[in-house]
């Protein structure tokens, strides 16, 4: 079966120093990634999605970058975090097996200081 | 384009207590699927239902159920016996076109559920 996996689980960072979240899946092939940001307020908003490795379409302008080395890795980076990137973080993949569906990591909070 | 309005910010009932969660979508396409997920606690999004929008029968399962009006553009969710467990964040999504290129989901604001003992 198909597990997903993202790291660190919690952070805490200062302003301005870089970030790293890493996201791998398990069990599929040539998946579909995504990272959503879940500020306060509930509402997910995608930030980046990729369909293949070194493939990643950026939905909003922001101080966060996406990369895809590998086919069942996704890492979210930043050089200089801003107050403003705290928040929840969630990787994501789906296949055009899954239907459409897409399904989620535990998530990763940060809280930029 | 395509939007997802999730009216209820947050909805408080008592322990065995029926509730419906209202979703009201918008989109131009013909064909789309439609989701809900579950967000406990803990964070992570649990993936609930699927429906595409040729397929408009209610679906059961268990104490949800879910109803898919084409003609309103809505797909409520409903808790029947609601237990403690049930407390989360409920989340609806709109997915265009078929599977495959990108399978970007757009969410709604979510509504929190709280449940009573």
């Known amino acids: 079966s198909q597990t997903i996996h993202q790291w660190p689980a919690t952070l805490v960072q200062p302003v301005g120093s870089p970030l790293s979240l890493e996201c791998t899946v398990e069990?599929?092939?040539?998946?579909?990634l995504y990272w959503y940001r879940q500020a306060a307020g509930r509402g997910l908003q995608l930030l980046f999605y990729?369909?293949?490795?070194?493939?990643i379409s950026s939905e909003v302008p922001q101080n966060l970058s996406a990369s895809r080395p590998q086919d069942r890795q996704f890492i979210l980076s930043s050089k200089k975090l801003l107050l403003s990137d705290s928040g929840f973080y969630l990787c994501?993949?789906?296949?055009?097996?899954?239907?459409?569906?897409?399904?989620f990591g535990e998530g990763s909070w940060l809280t930029v200081v | 384009a395509q939007k997802v309005t999730q009216a209820q910010t947050e909805i408080s009932v008592v322990e065995k207590e029926d509730v419906t969660l209202d979703c009201v979508y918008e989109?131009?396409?013909?064909?789309?699927?439609l989701f809900w997920y579950k967000q406990p606690p803990s964070g992570e999004l649990v993936f609930l239902i699927r429906?595409?929008?040729?397929?408009?029968q209610n679906e059961i399962s268990g104490r949800y159920s879910w109803n898919f009006q084409k003609s309103t553009s809505s797909f409520n969710f409903t808790i029947t016996a609601s237990q403690v467990v049930d407390s989360a964040v409920y989340f609806c999504?709109?997915?265009?076109?078929?599977?495959?290129?990108?399978?970007?989901?757009?969410f709604g604001t979510g509504t929190l559920l709280a449940v009573q003992p």
């Open positions: 999504a709109l997915s265009g076109r078929y599977g495959g290129a990108t399978n970007k989901l757009i």
């Open positions: 429906r595409n929008s040729f397929d408009e």
């Open positions: 990729s369909v293949g490795i070194g493939q």
């Open positions: 069990g599929t092939s040539n998946p579909n």
């Open positions: 989109t131009r396409d013909t064909t789309y699927y």
């Open positions: 994501a993949w789906g296949t055009i097996f899954s239907g459409n569906t897409i399904y």
